[in-house]
């Protein structure tokens, strides 16, 4: 092999290069190796985690109004945590039964350093109500789509409910478990209690108050420490394991004495019984009762790793623990599909696009071992992209998968440039190696200077903070690390393997023949015309972009922040007006579901075939859905979708396919209006107006109120006449207690045996 004669300069890379090609080799090997094993490494998902530091406190309070809940719980949380380092955004919404704070803090916030100070800002609110649970922190936010959604059935169609306690308690945790899964809504079903009817009265008759009776089950709900006993040289510990484990205990339980000092029981006066809580929301799947699951995931996990999790989990159960009750649990929705569709669809393009460029190089350059040698870029360059993704902690999903195909084209430019003049140095007659050397060597300059150009576009949108910076890293991540991968491989690779692959030629032997050489003499014939004119150049460069601009505006497609995607799923909320109960949402529930199940597997009126559907929901806010037969016409069913959950009085219904981008269910392409104030009326009567300009101004638009453009649920007020309590010696609070008892059944306290979860005791009349 003809040594380099060039003296030493930056071109020693080039040289070593060249002279050791195994070296080059090897690295090339190992590039190919890491960067494999990081493709099987790297999580799989859809998109990009467009990751905002979010935090969520939910304070259940079990029949509380939405006035109490703001009034009693999320104003003294609201001013307790209204100084936490780092927090933009603080949202609350007060709900019947719950209290729902949503924190949102600056881009890069540690979130679990943040979790810690909402901790301990929490402990500074001095009091909550007596029937209040603690508040749970959370940094796992259900506001991005579900992972998967599955729903517990029977196959018969009966009632499900009673099985949510159940549910909670025995399958959810086993989800939990799954690595990958954040959190889980459950939806559907009747919580298990324990009822103390009591006899209103008997209770009289032996002057006994409802008070009273609270408090004596209260007390004997819970088990009493003794402190500790030195007996010899042992130490003791002490208790009093008064608290019942099951329902019949409590009827044992001393609630007063009669007038000769006879024990009066609880049975005296009460019957004590299993039971369930009345409904708070329904759900159904396919026009049958049914429990629904939400799943949501961790940040940064393998969608496809944890969803095969999950439908392992779920055939488990199905089989182990449902089917022996009669019931079935199914996987209706999750993202493995789509995912698997949309990477596969990326990678194929991705290929195409390699090989259609090696075609064009074989066409150009008509030699097969050139060809092959630029070819080695394109592996080299999208395996090394891998390996620096992996490193930098991204993800593979349709963003950077679709900015490693765009880099495919890009990375052979270096290449082509470096061959190109290689074989200009073998055209005069010079060795194969040395022509490697000296061609490289000429331009590298030239490629650096292209490569740090085409990089320093893309580099600032990595450290871009916001949500776009989060949406488009993965590309300007990909096409970088692409680009400055193909930089190496042209003045290291390219010389070290043309050294080798590439035969000596004589001098005038030109590499291109045929339609390269056509293409060249025609290209030269053309420019040598322009130059030969400066009007000539500057009418062509004046047509170019004059002919570029109208093309631009011609073409120019619809502007969009964000494309929609084509998942097969469409998603409906229904607004239904304040005070709905769950039993006039479990009416509009059937009829919805019996308008899906007409079109379920019947394609006619416009309407395509449905093959799945669910509805579910609160007085609040309902959800529900469909999932078409054909994944290619499930955008036409979002007009029937709309149209099934409208058609009941007084509701608000929308309906949209679910968004590619989306943060929150029906979302991705939307524009929200905040509106805030003090004065509630004000702030409502404000935005009915702004709706209905919308409306008007956007035709086709759809508005909806985040809540409900309504001042809230209707209400009964009890008001206590004071003489007369007074009279009585009845408190303002055991009035209330008794109100409640009557109305809902008042929470007592818990019982379950010791190591078991515990249900509610509720004091109902």
């Not at 014939?525 to 009418?539: A, H, I, M, P, T």
Request: charged share 20%.
């Amino acid at each position: 092999m003809a040594e380099p004669t060039e003296p030493t300069s930056p071109g020693d890379l080039v040289r070593t290069a060249v002279q050791r090609p195994v070296t080059v080799l090897v690295g090339v090997v190992l590039v190919i190796m890491f960067g494999a094993l990081s493709i099987a490494d790297l999580p799989i998902q859809l998109t990009p985690d467009v990751t905002v530091p979010t935090m969520t406190i939910n304070t259940r309070w079990p029949g509380a109004s939405p006035q109490e809940v703001e009034a009693e719980i999320l104003e003294e949380q609201e001013d307790a945590l209204k100084a936490v380092p780092g927090l933009v955004k603080m949202e609350s919404e007060a709900r019947p039964d719950e209290a729902r704070l949503t924190l949102e803090f600056e881009v890069g916030t540690d979130l679990d350093e943040a979790l810690v100070r909402v901790s301990n800002r929490l402990t500074q609110v001095p009091d909550y109500p007596a029937a209040a649970r603690e508040p749970v922190v959370s940094a796992a936010s259900n506001s991005g789509p579900p992972l998967a959604v599955i729903t517990i059935r029977s196959p018969t169609g009966e009632p499900v409910g009673q099985y949510r306690t159940w549910v909670e308690q025995e399958i959810i945790p086993r989800l939990e478990r799954i690595p990958g899964v954040a959190s889980i809504m459950h939806l559907g079903g009747r919580d298990s209690r324990i009822h103390v009817d009591f006899d209103m009265a008997a209770l009289a008759s032996r002057r006994i108050t409802v008070q009273q009776v609270a408090a004596r089950i209260g007390a004997e709900l819970r088990d009493v420490s003794g402190g500790d006993l030195d007996i010899g040289k042992r130490r003791y510990l002490v208790r009093t394991p008064v608290a019942p484990e099951v329902p019949q205990q409590l009827e044992r339980i001393v609630i007063g004495a009669g007038p000769e000092g006879t024990p009066i029981l609880l049975g005296d006066v009460a019957t004590v019984r299993p039971g369930l809580r009345d409904a708070t929301d329904v759900a159904f799947s396919d026009d049958r009762p049914s429990m629904v699951l939400l799943l949501f995931r961790e940040a940064g996990t393998n969608v496809l790793e944890v969803s095969q999790e999950v439908r392992e989990v779920v055939a488990e159960l199905d089989q182990t623990r449902f089917a022996p009750e009669g019931l079935e649990m199914e996987l209706v929705s999750d993202q493995v599909g789509y995912i698997t569709g949309a990477l596969e669809l990326v990678r194929s393009n991705l290929l195409i696009g390699a090989a259609l460029a090696i075609v064009v190089l074989l066409l150009f350059l008509r030699s097969i071992a050139a060809s092959a040698v630029i070819s080695v870029a394109i592996p080299v360059c999208v395996l090394g992209t891998a390996l620096g993704m992996a490193l930098m902690g991204r993800t593979i999903n349709v963003v950077s998968l679709a900015g490693t195909a765009f880099a495919v084209g890009m990375v052979v430019d270096n290449s082509i440039v470096a061959l190109e003049n290689i074989d200009t140095w073998r055209s005069r007659g010079v060795g194969a190696a040395e022509a490697a050397y000296r061609g490289v060597k000429e331009v590298w300059g030239a490629l650096l200077a292209s490569t740090v150009t085409t990089a320093a576009v893309f580099l600032p949108i990595i450290g871009w903070q916001d949500e776009v910076g989060e949406l488009l890293r993965d590309v300007a991540v990909s096409i970088a690390l692409a680009v400055g991968v193909s930089l190496l491989v042209s003045v290291l690779v390219i010389p070290s393997f043309s050294a080798k692959l590439l035969r000596s030629r004589a001098a005038g032997d030109a590499a291109t023949g045929g339609l390269g050489a056509a293409v060249r003499r025609g290209i030269g014939r053309q420019v040598g015309w322009l130059v030969r004119s400066w009007w000539r150049g500057l009418l062509v460069a004046t047509a170019a972009v004059a002919g570029a601009v109208v093309l631009a505006v011609a073409l120019l497609p619809a502007m969009e922040y964000l494309p929609t995607g084509n998942r097969n799923l469409i998603f409906g909320i229904l607004l239904p007006p304040p005070g709905y109960s769950p039993a006039e949402l479990d009416d509009i529930g059937r009829d919805v579901q019996g308008q899906m199940a007409a079109h379920t597997g019947v394609d006619e009126g416009g309407v395509p075939a449905i093959e799945r559907s669910f509805f579910v929901g609160s007085p609040n806010q309902v959800i529900f859905g469909v999932i078409a037969e054909q994944d290619e016409r499930v955008g036409e069913l979002v007009p029937f979708v709309r149209q099934a959950g409208g058609q009941a009085p007084g509701t608000f219904a929308f309906a949209s396919q679910a968004s590619l981008f989306g943060r929150q269910i029906g979302s991705g392409r939307a524009v929200e209006v905040e509106i805030s104030g003090s004065d509630l009326a004000a702030v409502i009567g404000l935005g009915g107006r702004l709706m209905g300009a919308i409306s008007q101004a956007v035709p086709g638009a759809q508005v909806r109120p985040i809540p409900s453009l309504d001042l809230g649920a209707p209400e009964l007020h009890a008001i206590p006449r004071r003489d007369d309590t007074a009279g009585l010696g009845v408190s303002g609070a055991e009035l209330g207690l008794v109100v409640d008892a009557y109305v809902d059944g008042a929470i007592v306290g818990e019982l379950g045996p010791q190591g078991e979860p515990k249900i509610d005791v509720a004091l109902r009349a």
